[in-house]
């Protein structure tokens, strides 16, 4: 899934074209799916992970939250924020497995930790060109907010967490995800998601349920036999 300081200028970039209300709200949805601290997110599944055509692909299932929290969606900046978030880690997967042909490596031992290293390298330059800053909070009575729900999300104790993301700036360069595809992710997730937005205000979606599924471990290994 693409990194904390990715959402965030994402949703940025966002705030400069659609009608938000509330930038902190919205800033806060698009971090909510990884606001879990305590718990196994695969079990929380706070990513609304959704295995499907006989076990052999899976996506992130932003229809069903759609479903789920329509409403929400259409009048709450927050709610909005958290949908365009499963969207852009559908459109991650995409671009990582498929784009960059590397799905053959997330067995590979090692990989996920150097995938999180590229985050923790592109951070410093992601900060610098989206002028972003370390300004968001935990919006009033979250506690009470519907969506936890889902999961009682630890919004407080993350973004102390994200603090972090906002102090490493470093000269190493990407093994992986590097500024170029980082640059290509970012607006392409800016274009999709203001498509999903224009179009779900008029009753429609732009994105399809299964547009960026990617196939599953179970598939790799059939495929092999």
């Not at 990715?6 to 659609?18: P, Q, S, V």
């Not at 259409?74 to 671009?95: E, N, T």
């Not at 595809?181 to 999709?192: M, R």
């Amino acid at each position: 899934m693409a990194s904390r300081i990715i959402h965030i200028a994402i949703a940025n970039e966002l705030e400069k074209i659609l009608p938000v209300k509330d930038k902190n709200r919205f800033l806060i949805g698009h971090l909510l799916p990884d606001a879990v601290l305590s718990a196994n997110k695969r079990e929380v599944n706070t990513h609304f992970v959704d295995i499907y055509d006989n076990g052999s692909k899976k996506h992130f299932d932003s229809y069903s939250f759609f479903d789920r929290y329509a409403k929400e969606i259409l009048s709450d900046a927050l709610y909005l924020g958290y949908y365009f978030h499963l969207i852009q880690d559908g459109i991650f997967r995409s671009v990582l497995y498929y784009d960059m042909n590397l799905i053959s490596l997330r067995s590979v031992p090692g990989f996920i930790d150097e995938l999180y290293n590229d985050y923790r390298i592109l951070n410093g330059w992601a900060i610098k060109k989206y002028g972003l800053e370390y300004n968001f909070f935990e919006p009033e009575n979250f506690k009470q907010e519907k969506i936890n729900e889902i999961f009682p999300f630890e919004v407080t104790d993350f973004i102390k967490d994200i603090y972090n993301d906002f102090n490493t700036e470093t000269d190493e360069e990407p093994k992986y995800f590097k500024v170029e595809q980082a640059i290509k992710f970012i607006n392409e997730c800016i274009k999709v998601c203001v498509s999903e937005y224009r179009a779900i205000i008029c009753g429609n979606h732009a994105v399809g349920a299964y547009d960026y599924s990617w196939e599953t471990r179970t598939s790799d290994s059939k495929l092999k036999e």
